[in-house]
């Protein structure tokens, strides 16, 4: 089954600060990744999400890349704010067969002001 | 976006009782809905998918008889943890997609977190 594991664990960084999320699939059948942040005791938050069929989608301050060939993807936050603060987690899911996720480790997010 | 619900958000059980967990949609139609566990400062686990009227559909490792799911409308979803035990403790939530298959989003709800004594 399909395997996706998510680096770093922890990223502390400065407010203003670029951050960056990586994460790898296992399942090239794979075709729909979402980033969803999770704040302490409450639901994920979807925050950004990609299809196989797009390389890179971007949406204010969040962008996230995808390379089918190497089976990775990753969230970049630019211009990070203490409210950024969160544990993100990467997902990933075949979304023409059963559409379950499978999510990443999580990465826990620190922004110093 | 849309709305899903869990009741109750926490619930304090002792060791050997059963506890129903309830998902709701409420304001689209359900096909597919899914339980996750995540324990603390750890990641979703799927536990199962349920797919109105049709038997649950249960990952590797999850017992079924200890987790009953049972999916009768296409607005709810229930997951009964039975016989519980401490090590059952965690935080169970579940997500509600239009329908499998579709590449609909999936739509959290808030979660509901078991403490078993």
């Known amino acids: 089954g399909e395997n996706v594991e998510q680096h770093p664990s922890t990223l502390s960084v400065q407010e203003g600060d670029s951050a960056v999320i990586k994460c790898t699939y296992s399942?090239?059948?794979?075709?729909?990744f979402p980033w969803y942040k999770q704040e302490l005791g409450k639901r994920p938050q979807l925050i950004i999400d990609?299809?196989?069929?797009?390389g890179e989608k971007k949406d204010q301050r969040i962008a996230v890349t995808l390379n089918k060939t190497a089976k990775h993807f990753s969230l970049h936050i630019t211009e990070t704010q203490p409210e950024d603060s969160a544990v993100y987690f990467c997902?990933?899911?075949?979304?023409?067969?059963?559409?379950?996720?499978?999510f990443g480790t999580g990465t826990r997010l620190q922004v110093f002001p | 976006g849309a709305v899903v619900s869990q009741h109750p958000s926490w619930v304090i059980c002792k060791s050997g009782t059963s506890v129903k967990i309830e998902c709701r949609s409420l304001?689209?139609?359900?096909?597919?809905m899914f339980w996750y566990r995540q324990f603390p400062k750890q990641s979703l686990m799927l536990m199962a998918t349920?797919?109105?009227?049709?038997?649950?559909?249960?990952e590797q490792g999850v017992e079924k008889d200890k987790f009953l799911i049972n999916h009768a409308s296409l607005t709810l979803s229930t997951l009964t943890v039975t016989s519980a035990h401490p090590e059952d403790s965690s935080f169970y939530i579940c997500?509600?997609?239009?329908?499998?298959?579709?590449?609909?989003?999936?739509?959290f709800g808030p979660g509901t977190r078991l403490t078993v004594t």
């Open positions: 997500s509600a997609s239009g329908l499998a298959g579709a590449g609909y989003e999936q739509y």
């Open positions: 399942d090239s059948a794979s075709n729909y």
């Open positions: 990609i299809r196989s069929n797009v």
């Open positions: 997902a990933a899911s075949i979304t023409y067969n059963t559409d379950k996720l499978i």
């Open positions: 304001d689209f139609q359900a096909t597919t």
């Open positions: 349920s797919n109105e009227g049709s038997k649950a559909t249960y």
